[in-house]
């Protein structure tokens, strides 16, 4: 069997939060350390430019992530973990792409499509109001991240699905014009992976507004945990764990055994207020090895320049080659 390439792209537009940590940042940290596959993890720094306008947030945001992922025990032994912006070569590669993407195609990204039924809400005159060209091609740009390093499997969750049909359709394109080069990959679409509800219940997001940042310090994340909303059933009557969102916060950190016992304690009836200080206790003492490293790589970024540098290296020893290849291909070649 050959073997497989997984990549993985992460947006540097916020803080990272305990949903991302159990639907995304853990999965991948386990699967970093699977040496029967090359593993690329990058930062869609450029991406982030599509949705953030602020310098400073984009920066901070790029370091949060790097440090996130370093702190949670990423293997950059065995991973290439970079930086996108540290590659030229995607973005060479994304100008090419462009000649074999039909516009039509992105004409019907969701992501572009939505703002377009904004403005037509909004009873606006120009349907492309606002919208800025790093939206529209923000398709093309995936497809660089992922065809330049020959990947063969793309996690991803259900909202990224479009694009990977994208990628896949633009890299036969491709091909069907120059040559069997680039590499088709297909998506791993997760279903299965947690997604946490937040603060208020509904799913935890950025856009809502009610996450609890991963590395939270100790005093906030108990002043957030005992902000989660419950039902108002007294102390001692029996409670659902299904529905509550302490259970489901507790179980995707806790071992089945300690569930186990959560559930006869919901029962039993115990305590709302209890319940919250027992998931603060219970999630603090699981976070702090990693909240110490975090801490500890935000107080010295070099770190973790050094880190992304060491992976661009890695990285850019098959982007190098690969982009000459494609280069090639087009006719862009020396002359003589
Ligand atoms: N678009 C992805 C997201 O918003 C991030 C991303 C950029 C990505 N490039 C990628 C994911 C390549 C996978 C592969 O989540």
């Known amino acids: 069997m050959t073997q497989e390439t997984y990549l993985t792209g992460i947006t540097t537009t916020g803080t990272p939060h305990i949903g991302n940590y159990v639907g995304a940042i853990r999965p991948a940290v386990a699967s970093s350390k699977d040496g ?23 920066h901070r945001s790029g370091l949060e992530v790097a440090a996130t992922w370093l702190a949670t025990g990423l293997d950059t032994g065995n991973a290439v973990f970079y930086r996108q912006s540290d590659i030229p070569e995607i973005m060479e590669l994304t100008w090419i792409l462009t000649s074999v993407t039909a516009k ?30 790093a939206l529209y091609n923000y398709p093309i740009l995936m497809a660089a991240d992922i065809l ?33 080069i680039l590499v088709i990959p297909d998506a791993e679409i997760s279903d299965s992976t947690a997604v946490l509800s ?8 950025k856009s809502y ?34 529905g509550s969102t302490l259970y489901e916060i507790y179980r995707a950190f806790a071992t089945d055994d300690e569930v186990k016992d959560i559930e006869k304690r919901y029962a039993e009836g115990i305590a709302w207020g209890e319940m919250k200080q027992l998931l603060f206790e219970y999630i603090n003492e699981h976070i702090k ?48």
């Not at 603060?199 to 935890?204: Q, S, T, V």
């Open 36 to 58: 029967s596959r090359k593993n690329f993890y990058f930062l869609a720094d450029y991406h982030s430019l599509a949705k953030a306008e602020d310098p400073d947030r984009v």
């Open 198 to 205: 937040g603060l208020d219940g509904r799913k935890m997001s």
């Open 148 to 180: 330049m390093f020959k990947s063969t499997k793309v996690p991803v969750g259900r909202d990224q699905k479009q694009h990977m049909e994208m990628t896949r359709d633009i890299a036969q394109r491709f091909n069907h014009r120059y040559g069997n």
């Open 289 to 336: 090895p990693m909240r110490e490293e975090y801490n500890r790589l935000l107080d010295d970024p070099a770190v973790v320049e050094q880190e992304l540098k060491k992976g661009a290296q890695k990285a850019r020893e098959i982007s190098v080659p690969y982009l000459d290849e494609i280069r090639y291909a087009v006719g862009i070649r020396k002359l003589g």
């Open 104 to 133: 039509g195609l992105m004409n019907r990204a969701h992501s572009y499509k939505a703002q377009v039924q904004v403005n037509e809400d909004s009873g606006s005159k120009d349907p492309d109001k606002g919208i800025m060209m």
């Open 209 to 242: 507004d009610n996450t609890i940042p991963l590395f939270a310090d100790e005093k906030r994340l108990r002043k957030l945990i005992m902000k989660i909303k419950t039902n108002s059933l007294e102390p001692g009557k029996p409670k659902e764990t299904e």
